[in-house]
């Protein structure tokens, strides 16, 4: 089974603190997604990724970026947190197949973030 | 760009009755409708996928149906079970294409009663 383990469970910051939410994949997938998940609003995608040190855009990336260094891990980086950024982060990964979106996503668990 | 539309947003049904969740899309080109469950404090996972060259798939006590024409698609759960209850995505995305989305739909939290 694939396995895409987050980091933390919760983390609790301030801010304007710089937040690292870290991802990492264990099935040598190419690509990688962030998501936060909001109620009411679903699953909105924030970044992915469908190579090493290759990054896209998703749907609201303002107020985040991402790093891909290595194949298995993702990192999701809040340069300066704000409340606005408190949901919860989801991490996904997904192999080759029929095209990045065409393909099932492996999520982790979360990561419950609070901005205080 | 794509959207998928989900209801209910929530749906309570007695153990052992059916229950139903359907999806519209927006986009006629999309070819690819997977389903999610949410298990509280679990990230989401895949139960059951469907491609646009079939209108039915059916696994265990669960089916996905896909109307191309209308542009919709259900799920349906038959037999329900309290492991059932939990928090349902669809989601929609076009063919092959690097900067092609998936679209998820903002979900229906089953709650199976006993």
Same mark, same amino acid.
């Given at each position: +089974?694939?396995?895409?383990?987050?980091?933390?469970?919760?983390?609790?910051?301030?801010?304007?603190?710089?937040?690292?939410?870290?991802?990492?994949?264990?099935? +040598?997938?190419?690509?990688?997604?962030?998501?936060?998940?909001?109620?009411?609003?679903?699953?909105?995608?924030?970044?992915?990724?469908?190579?090493?040190?290759?990054?896209?855009?998703? +749907?609201?990336?303002?107020?985040?970026?991402?790093?891909?260094?290595?194949?298995?891990?993702?990192?999701?980086?809040?340069?300066?947190?704000?409340?606005?950024?408190?949901?919860?982060?989801?991490?996904?990964?997904?192999?080759?197949?029929?095209?990045?979106?065409?393909?099932?996503?492996?999520?982790?668990?979360?990561?419950?973030?609070?901005?205080? | 760009?794509?959207?998928?539309?989900?209801?209910?947003?929530?749906?309570?049904?007695?153990?052992?009755?059916?229950?139903?969740?359907?999806?519209? &899309?927006?986009?006629?080109?999309?070819? &690819?409708?997977?389903? &999610?469950?949410?298990?509280?404090?679990?990230?989401?996972?895949?139960?059951?996928?469907?491609?646009?060259?079939?209108?039915?798939?059916?696994?265990?006590?669960?089916?996905?149906?896909?109307?191309?024409?209308?542009?919709?698609?259900?799920?349906?759960?038959?037999?329900?079970?309290?492991?059932?209850?939990?928090?349902?995505?669809?989601?929609?995305?076009?063919?092959?294409?690097?900067?092609?989305?998936?679209?998820?739909?903002?979900?229906?939290?089953?709650?199976?009663?006993?």
């Amino acid at each position: +089974d694939v396995k895409v383990t987050q980091s933390s469970r919760y983390l609790v910051k301030r801010t304007g603190e710089k937040v690292f939410l870290e991802c990492v994949q264990d099935m +040598d997938h190419e690509n990688m997604f962030w998501y936060r998940q909001d109620p009411g609003l679903g699953l909105r995608l924030i970044y992915f990724s469908y190579d090493v040190k290759m990054k896209e855009k998703g +749907d609201i990336p303002e107020g985040y970026s991402v790093s891909r260094e290595k194949k298995e891990r993702f990192s999701l980086i809040l340069e300066s947190a704000s409340t606005n950024q408190t949901s919860m982060y989801l991490c996904a990964s997904s192999g080759p197949g029929q095209g990045i979106a065409n393909s099932p996503l492996h999520f982790g668990n979360g990561t419950r973030l609070t901005v205080t | 760009g794509e959207n998928v539309e989900q209801h209910p947003s929530t749906l309570s049904v007695q153990e052992g009755d059916s229950a139903v969740i359907k999806c519209t &899309y927006s986009d006629s080109a999309s070819n &690819y409708f997977p389903w &999610y469950k949410q298990e509280l404090g679990k990230g989401p996972q895949l139960i059951i996928d469907i491609r646009s060259n079939v209108g039915e798939k059916k696994d265990q006590r669960i089916a996905v149906t896909l109307n191309k024409t209308a542009k919709h698609f259900s799920l349906h759960i038959t037999e329900t079970q309290p492991e059932d209850s939990a928090v349902y995505f669809c989601a929609a995305s076009s063919p092959m294409n690097r900067d092609d989305k998936i679209i998820f739909g903002k979900g229906t939290r089953l709650h199976i009663l006993p």
